[in-house]
């Protein structure tokens, strides 16, 4: 039986009901109301409107594709509905706020517009909102895949060749408008590198280092070396336990001890110094480089990665010029399979960044002496001593053609020869141990004229800092590298096999049957697979300045 009391509290529930009931019928927008205020929307040219261009794109260009797709949807809203945002909007606003871990900037995603008509109740807000949507999204998908292109004004030449991807929008689009799984769709727009996830952990790393103030710049002094007492101690113990290359409680200690020593030699060793414990000048810039300027570099690195095609193939040469080194990695795991020393351009024959396929390895090369080397190096040589091609076992022919003839170069009078004519001329420097390219000769035919060599003078690669070539590649260990480009023991090319053709001093070309990637990379951050340790490298050819301006105009 029901009181009187609980009849009332039945019939106010009751009300209470139908009022937000008739409330959400007011409030509620149709499906027609919405559409007619997604046409209005899109007539009012967004992206204009709200300034977005990007990927070689005028704002005009982009609502011409963003009109597009909206009719071929129906005009219809692809990530708002009625009620608000759905389950894919609330995944991509995430993910754009989400940016900044990847060393991007959110609000390029218009993720500050975004937030302000989430909450839209009326037609105009929730066309706006799922249009905002739309362009972050594209924004985001762009950079991911291609890169900024802020980087590339700024040396068009430069990052065209360093650039080595081929986007399919009108597909990546219908994957993103038509898939359910938003959030896959995404992940998988991520450079899909190992060492891009690792700097990006390193990113997080740092950026907590700076939150909690940094470090102090250390003042300048007299030579620090081991036991020698200095009130700066104090100070390089503590950037060191900053930056985890010291473990210690006690950072009041003004001695310079071996525990301090061997933290300075680490950290040495991570910077790309010669790790002899000694704080000089060189190793005191280091310390002294602030944690905004490393946070810099490795966002600077990370943009690297995203111009590079997301494909993971079994294998890969990867050359990295600020590095000085070489290695053969399986993409998928990060495993290294073979890494040596390398010696690159000089700062004014800097050796290109690109990419490409290994076509053949060539065992006793000649070395085909490039025009500039002829007219600029050897000539002047030879106007001195008419015997100097002789002396280096060097052959001359009258042009590069296959009919040319060969010179006697001890007949010519050198002294009357002009740099356009020896230009005409072919010089060739034959096999043997003082051919400049040594036993090796690792080719990838490119316009560049750049490829992997042996060398004769093999005391260079001691040291730390390697640019001496004139763009080539000097590799410490050819033998090893030509035995693994072309398969290895499993293929029939084991090290004895190649050391067996190098002995016999006669050019063998041998042709991959299946061409091997290659990528010459610059990267002034690396994340040592094998212990985690953070690597900066110096920035030999200025490319991180260039791309800082670039990256981080507004902070400059």
């Known amino acids: 039986m029901i009181n009187i009391n609980q009849r009332s509290i039945i019939f106010m529930c009751m009300v209470v009901f139908i009022v937000m009931l008739w409330s959400t019928k007011l409030l509620a927008v149709s499906a027609e109301n919405f559409q007619t205020a997604l046409i209005e929307q899109l007539e009012y040219h967004p992206a204009k409107q709200f300034g977005i261009k990007g990927q070689g794109m005028d704002a005009e260009s982009i609502d011409i594709v963003l009109s597009k797709i909206y009719h071929e949807n129906g005009l219809k809203p692809f990530w708002v509905g009625t009620d608000g945002p759905e389950k894919q909007a609330k995944v991509i606003f995430e993910t754009l706020k989400d940016a900044d871990s990847h060393g991007l900037i959110p609000e390029h995603y218009l993720t500050d517009k975004i937030q302000k008509y989430w909450k839209s109740t009326d037609a105009k807000g929730l066309a706006r909102l799922d249009i905002l949507l739309t362009l972050g999204l594209r924004g985001y998908v ?38 359910s799984d938003m959030q896959a769709f995404l992940e998988q727009q991520v450079p899909p590198f190992l060492q891009y996830r690792k700097l990006r952990k390193a990113l997080k790393e740092y950026r907590a280092m700076k939150a909690k103030g940094g470090w102090e710049s250390i003042p300048e002094g007299k030579v620090l070396k081991p036991g020698m007492e200095d009130e700066r101690v104090r100070l390089i113990r503590k950037r060191l336990v900053i ?135 050897m000539l002047p040589k030879l106007k001195k001593n008419a015997y100097y091609l002789k002396e280096q076992n060097i052959r001359i022919f009258s042009s590069w053609g296959p009919d040319a003839k060969e010179l006697d170069s001890t007949a010519i009078d050198w002294g009357k020869v002009s740099k356009r004519e020896i230009s005409r001329w072919h010089l060739r420097q034959e096999p043997g141990p003082h051919n400049a390219l040594g036993t090796v000769k690792i080719v990838f035919p490119n316009k560049f004229s750049v490829y992997l060599h042996d060398t004769p003078s093999h005391s260079l690669f001691q040291k730390t800092k390697r640019a001496f070539s004139h763009g080539c590649i000097r590799l410490s260990r050819p033998a090893e590298m030509a035995s693994y480009v072309l398969g290895g023991e499993k293929n029939g090319w084991n090290i004895e096999r190649v050391k067996e053709i190098i002995a016999g001093e006669k050019r063998q070309v041998v042709s991959l049957k299946k061409p091997f990637p290659i990528y010459i990379l610059y990267r002034t951050v690396i994340v040592n697979p094998e212990n985690e340790e953070v690597n900066f490298r110096a920035d030999i050819y200025g490319r991180d300045a260039l791309l800082e301006k670039a990256l981080f105009k507004d902070e400059f």
């Open 142 to 179: 762009a950079d991911m895949r291609e890169g900024s292109i802020e980087a590339r004004k700024i040396d068009p030449k430069l990052f065209a060749t360093a650039r080595d991807v081929e986007v399919d929008y009108d597909s990546l689009r219908e994957q993103a408008l038509s898939g």
């Open 243 to 377: 930056t985890g290359d010291l473990i210690s409680d006690d950072l009041e200690r003004v001695i310079y001890d071996d525990r301090t020593v061997q933290a300075v030699k680490r950290f040495q060793s991570r910077h790309g110094f010669e790790p002899d414990g000694i704080i000089g000048k060189n190793t005191l810039s280091a310390l002294n480089i602030s944690v905004d300027t490393k946070i810099r570099q490795i966002v600077i690195n990370m943009e690297r990665y995203r111009w590079i095609k997301h494909q993971l193939g079994e294998r890969v040469i990867a050359v990295n010029i600020a590095g000085f080194n070489a290695a053969g990695i399986k993409p998928k795991t990060g495993d290294i399979e073979i890494k040596m020393r390398v010696i690159v351009g000089k700062e004014y024959h800097k050796t290109p960044v690109f990419s490409d396929s290994i076509k053949y390895v060539e065992f006793n090369p000649y070395w085909n002496i490039p025009v500039s080397i002829a007219k600029n190096e």
